[in-house]
């Protein structure tokens, strides 16, 4: 039977998780990321960024938008598998507890700063659920 601290962060982990996996469709699929400017979009497939000639703007931003959507997955499924796993290696690394909770947080000041509500009110539950499993370990 789980503890609560491991239902707590593996329910934060899968939040992140899923919000990694929509923004990776997202990404691929229809048209939820494109500029609602036809011309803005055209241009930016046409203009290279000041860093190099070998790509777009539209082609970093896709690459952007999946290595984010790839973190976030990574994050889900790393602390998913440490808290379901059964040796408690999790609960005994104050690093990996910490590292866990800083992610999430500066996620949070991401979210809050530069996206839009979804993402956000996802990432402060996920944040929740961990400090809420953080409260629990270290009571």
């Known amino acids: ?11 934060s982990a899968s939040i992140v998780l899923l919000l990694g996996v929509v923004h ?4 691929f699929r ?3 990321f494109h500029p609602r400017d036809a011309a803005l979009e055209a ?9 190099s000639r070998q790509t777009t703007l539209w082609r970093a931003g896709i690459g952007f938008h999946a290595s984010h959507s ?7 499924l ?4 440490l808290a379901i796993e059964g040796s408690g290696f999790l609960w005994r690394s104050p690093v990996l507890l910490t590292i866990g909770v800083v992610y999430l947080a500066a996620m949070l ?3 809050r700063r530069y996206w839009f509500s979804v993402p956000f009110r996802g990432i402060a539950v996920a944040t929740l659920l961990y400090a809420a ?3 629990t370990i270290w009571s």
């Open 78 to 81: 790393v602390y998913l598998h």
């Open 70 to 76: 790839f973190g976030a997955m990574l994050f889900g």
């Open 30 to 32: 229809g048209t939820r």
């Open 43 to 51: 241009r930016l497939k046409e203009v290279s960024p000041q860093i």
């Open 24 to 27: 990776l469709v997202f990404t």
């Open 109 to 111: 000041v991401l979210a």
């Open 1 to 11: 039977m789980p503890t609560t601290p491991a239902v707590l962060i593996a329910a």
């Open 133 to 135: 499993a953080l409260g």
